[in-house]
C-alpha cells in the first residue's frame, strides 16, 4: 500500500511558475512507478508527466518544455515544476503510483494503482 499527498496548487497568472509536491508513503520499493495527472471540469484525467520505475521521465507532449517531474528519494517526494503556465493547464493535479506498470501503459490513468487527493491550480489569463 502506498500514501500520497499532494501540495502546492493554487491560483496564479498566464506566464506564471509553480511547484507542486507529492508526499509519498507506505511500501516504496525500487519497482515504484510514480507520476502526475490532471483532470480539467468535464475532461478525462489525462497523463501529465511520470517515472517508469527509477528509469526516465516521460511527459505529455502539452507540457513537454514547460514541465518537468523530479523526485528527492531521501525525502520520498515528487515534485512537478510547471512553467509557462497557461489557462488550459487548469485542472485539478494528481499524483499517481503503481508497482507492476509497465512502460506501454504509462500514460493510462486506469492503468495506475494509487492516487493522491488532487490539488487544484487556476490560471487565468
Known amino acids: 500500500q502506498v500514501q500520497l499527498v499532494e501540495s502546492g496548487g493554487r491560483s496564479v497568472q498566464e506566464g506564471d511558475s509553480l511547484r507542486l509536491s507529492c508526499a509519498v508513503s507506505?511500501?516504496?520499493?525500487?519497482?515504484?512507478?510514480l507520476g502526475w495527472f490532471r483532470q480539467a471540469p468535464g475532461k478525462e484525467r489525462e497523463f501529465v508527466a511520470g517515472?517508469?520505475?527509477?528509469?526516465?521521465?516521460y511527459y505529455a507532449d502539452s507540457v513537454k518544455g514547460r514541465f518537468t517531474i523530479s523526485r528527492d528519494n531521501a525525502k520520498n517526494t515528487v515534485f512537478l515544476e510547471m512553467t509557462n503556465l497557461k489557462p488550459e493547464d487548469t485542472a485539478v493535479y494528481y499524483c499517481?503510483?503503481?508497482?507492476?506498470?509497465?512502460?506501454?501503459?504509462?500514460?493510462?490513468?486506469?492503468?495506475?494503482?494509487?492516487w493522491g487527493q488532487g490539488t487544484q491550480v487556476t490560471v487565468s489569463s
Open positions: 507506505g511500501r516504496i520499493s525500487w519497482d515504484l512507478s
Open positions: 517515472f517508469f520505475r527509477r528509469q526516465n521521465a
Open positions: 499517481a503510483a503503481d508497482r507492476s506498470l509497465i512502460l506501454s501503459t504509462v500514460r493510462s490513468a486506469a492503468a495506475w494503482d494509487w
